[in-house]
């Protein structure tokens, strides 16, 4: 979520930032390539929960600030207590009530992963992509090379308001200018595994990678393994493999969760960001509380610099002056970006 900037005000900032390079946030990571492990043997996974677990190495508390038009957003990733986390830019929970919503806005270079827990929200981009997302489906949006788009909530009597997590993934540099692409999955296309069986106390939604043999048919660019996990007892737990290298972070939703070895509990709203050292096979995940949920993502690092400047994420500070030359002059994937308005957006 971002949100919307007028051209003047996009003109003048960028003016600004040409001459102020301090303001880019510069990271860098290993790149470490790994080949995917299987759950499918159960006496694997059996040996799973003797194996290391990684443990959490910094806990960040998602606070809950305004964002784009009214909508009220938790940030933990891509805030300025936790910024390099290659490859994830940015998590938002966001709660969107009447009369809130994210209106025109513009990406490049990035993947958004909308995933929708309460309510419904529509979409529109300039490409001529619209639809709705449910609760329990999930969007994931490759921005490419450019696209201008609006995320607006539908507000139905008797329903809730529309609540869920988007994560801004980067996109390897040599994808930050393909054509945009989407993915999308309804509620009852987003596969579940049971670890414990179809009638036991855990299932764990498939959002996106592998888990216990149950596989998901998203493959987007800029991909991740996104899963999310929900205890409805307290005292059951779960091992997630993780390739070794790779990134990875929990994010609480509800109840309070405790990892690998150590006893304390994680409540709600905070990002806890895993270790990585090469004798942790995976994570375990086990759950303080009944009715316990958060999701758990992992990733691999990309060996690039993230020069990000708003909705723009390109790895130079050359990158991000061309592409708001790009948006000013309506170039280069923006070609719509001054005459297209979404009809959703000014609603």
């Not at 900037?5 to 303001?23: F, Q």
């Not at 990035?110 to 981009?125: I, K, L």
């Not at 069986?197 to 996104?226: A, F, M």
């Amino acid at each position: 979520m971002y949100k919307f900037l007028s051209l003047a005000i996009l003109v003048l900032a960028a003016a600004y930032h040409l001459i102020t390079s301090h303001l880019f946030t510069d990271l860098r990571s290993t790149n470490l390539s790994t080949s995917l492990p299987s759950s499918d043997d159960p006496l694997r996974l059996k040996m799973a929960f003797s194996s290391a677990s990684r443990r959490v190495v910094k806990k960040v508390l998602a606070i809950e600030t305004p964002e784009g038009e009214g909508a009220l957003v938790r940030r933990s990733i891509g805030s300025q207590k936790l910024r390099n986390l290659t490859p994830f830019l940015m998590l938002d929970h966001f709660h969107v009530s009447k009369g809130a919503g994210f209106p025109d806005h513009p990406h490049r270079g990035q993947a958004t992963v909308t995933y929708m827990m309460e309510g419904s929200s529509q979409h529109e981009d300039s490409a001529g992509h619209k639809g709705t997302i449910e609760a329990g489906g999930v969007q994931w949006m490759c921005a490419g090379r450019g696209i201008i788009h609006a995320e607006m909530p539908v507000h139905e009597r008797g329903q809730p308001d529309p609540r869920g997590l988007q994560l801004w993934v980067d996109l390897p540099q040599q994808y930050k200018m393909v054509e945009p692409s989407y993915q999308e999955l309804g509620p009852n296309e987003i596969p579940t595994a049971f670890p414990e069986g179809p009638d036991g106390p855990v299932k764990i939604k498939v959002i996106s990678g592998k888990t216990y043999g149950v596989e998901s048919p998203v493959r987007p660019l800029g991909g991740c393994w996104y899963f999310h996990v929900i205890f409805d007892k307290k005292d059951h737990t779960i091992f997630q493999e993780i390739p070794s290298g790779w990134t990875s972070f929990i994010y609480t939703l509800k109840g309070s969760v405790r990892v690998g070895e150590d006893p304390a509990g994680h409540e709600a709203f905070h990002t806890l960001v895993l270790s990585s050292e090469s004798a942790e096979g995976g994570v375990k995940v086990a759950s303080a509380e009944d009715n316990t949920e958060a999701v758990l993502i992992a990733g691999e690092p990309l060996d690039q610099t993230v020069f990000q400047y708003g909705p723009f994420v390109m790895t130079s500070k050359e990158e991000i002056q061309s592409t708001l030359m790009d948006y000013q002059l309506g170039r280069n994937g923006f070609e719509k970006a001054h005459s297209w308005k979404s009809v959703i957006g000014g609603r």
